[in-house]
């Protein structure tokens, strides 16, 4: 098994001697589109500085989403759930990250891009337990603290008002923020957003919180969505990039102008409870041409319980509530005969030969989505492992969501249309 490289691993690795030469990381962001990186690229400065090899990787994005799955499930239980207790060491770093100017003059960070969060977080100077690229509010004209009769520290969840700035902690993953909420330009490609509200970050523990900030695409009051309303209008898309292929950068697109008229569009739901998440209605999932049998409710949206099914950008690897992955995983075993099925990790469905695996299409409410297979395996660089890169939902959080992930979005642009409410789904090959 060690012998085993994941070809995303060796890809990444054969070129991080090359970092700063490619040309393509210094590419300025046009209008109001930005290149999304995976934390893996070339451009990346959060890729891992060893190479791992493919058991290593695999298990390690599978320790990432145990925690994302966490945070998820603390939202939809709307109370912290008990840390997971993680033996390994997990990357200190997002999935996909975007480049934006904070501050006047500009700073750049390299911030995550999450959007089933409301969260803008930038960690800035003298931030305890933060890494090393910190926005220095000092060098900027533009930077303000709210204090705590600002009607934004309102929206904060309960904040403590010691001194005289409005200051918050809060919980994401596995690691805690503190921050003090405050104001300055941002500038996202070229457009400039000033009296942007974010939380400072002033301490950070755990290893969750991504290094150079976080942008949240969630629909809550101080998103950033909420935020630019005359700017972009609550509309987005991004299209993730497949983190095999050499020259992987992606794009998030902000605003109503020059999203795709050809593509399929789905009802978003909205759940009151939990503005930021984006729950689509998922009807049915199809193995080959089999709708495979799965009871309603695993399905089902439910806004009291928070059930359903969300488009998430930050979990890697999809996970269905256990009937419903049962159904699947079965349906996917019977029709690849005569092979010995293995585990790798939490992926209970591998083989060690190689198969000719059925399509996969996800059911939702007016539009079909059918996976192609880079979307549904994942395979060792030899070609010696191949896996159904889902999962079943993890037993020790409250398991009533079935998470569209990352891997199964990657090389479709995702537009999210809230004025309308619907969710867009359109093949497109971003890499
Ligand atoms: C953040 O808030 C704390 C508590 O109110 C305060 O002591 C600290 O000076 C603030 N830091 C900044 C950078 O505003
Ligand atoms: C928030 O976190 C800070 C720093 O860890 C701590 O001193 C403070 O007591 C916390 N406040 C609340 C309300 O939990
Ligand atoms: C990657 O991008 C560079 C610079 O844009 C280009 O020269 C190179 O051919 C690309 N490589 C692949 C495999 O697409
Ligand atoms: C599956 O495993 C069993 C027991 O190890 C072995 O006898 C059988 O030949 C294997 N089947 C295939 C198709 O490899
Ligand atoms: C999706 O597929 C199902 C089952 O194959 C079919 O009945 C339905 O008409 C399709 N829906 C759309 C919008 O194509």
């Given amino acids: 098994m060690k012998i085993l490289l994941f070809s995303v691993a060796i890809l990444c690795f054969s070129l991080s001697q090359g970092l700063n030469q490619n040309p393509k990381c210094e590419i300025q962001d046009q209008g109001s589109t930005l290149q999304v990186f995976h934390i893996y690229s070339p451009c990346s400065p959060f890729r891992p500085s060893k190479p791992l090899s493919w058991e290593e990787s695999v298990l390690q994005m599978q320790t990432k989403d145990q925690a994302r799955l966490q945070y998820l499930s603390s939202l939809v239980a709307k109370k912290s759930v008990v840390p997971i207790a993680s033996g390994r060491q997990i990357i200190q770093s997002p999935t996909y990250i975007i480049k934006a100017e904070i501050g006047t003059p500009p700073q750049t960070m390299l911030t995550a891009m999450d959007n089933s969060n409301d969260a803008a977080w930038i960690p800035c100077t003298g931030c305890v337990g933060c890494s090393s690229t910190v926005f220095d509010i000092a060098r900027s004209t533009t930077f303000k603290p709210l204090g705590c009769q600002s009607p934004e520290c309102k929206q904060v969840p309960n904040p403590t008002c010691g001194g005289a700035s409005c200051s918050f902690n809060v919980t994401y993953g596995s690691s805690t923020i503190a921050a003090n909420l405050s104001q300055d330009t941002i500038t996202l490609a070229t457009d400039p957003v000033p009296g942007y509200t974010f939380g400072c970050i002033q301490k950070a523990t755990g290893s969750s919180v991504p290094p150079q900030g976080l942008i949240g695409l969630g629909r809550g009051p101080l998103s950033l969505l909420s935020q630019t309303q005359s700017l972009y209008q609550s509309t987005f898309s991004y299209c993730l990039p497949n983190f095999r292929s050499v020259n992987f950068s992606g794009s998030l697109r902000l605003g109503p102008i020059g999203q795709p008229m050809r593509i399929k569009f789905t009802p978003l739901l909205k759940n ?10 998922l009807v049915g999932i199809r193995v080959g041409r089999k709708i495979v049998d799965i009871p309603p409710a695993a399905l089902g949206f439910d806004a009291t319980t928070g059930a359903g099914t969300i488009i998430d950008s930050g979990t890697v690897f999809t996970r269905l509530v256990a009937p419903a ?12 005969k005569n092979a010995n099925v293995t585990s790798l990790g939490g992926f209970d469905t591998c083989y060690s030969v190689p198969i000719v695996a059925p399509t996969l299409t996800f059911l939702f409410a007016g539009m079909n989505v059918t996976l192609p297979p880079d979307n549904l395996l994942i395979h060792s660089t030899a070609g010696s492992i191949t896996c159904l890169a889902m999962a079943s939902a993890p037993e020790n959080v409250n398991s009533v969501l079935n998470v569209i992930a990352n891997m199964q979005q990657q090389n479709h642009r995702i537009l999210f249309d809230v004025p309308n409410s619907r969710l867009g789904v359109a093949r497109e090959l971003c890499t």
């Fill in 325 to 336: 992955y049962t159904a699947v995983r079965d349906e996917f075993r019977r029709r690849i």
């Fill in 272 to 281: 009151p409870r939990r503005p930021s998440l984006y729950y689509v209605n």
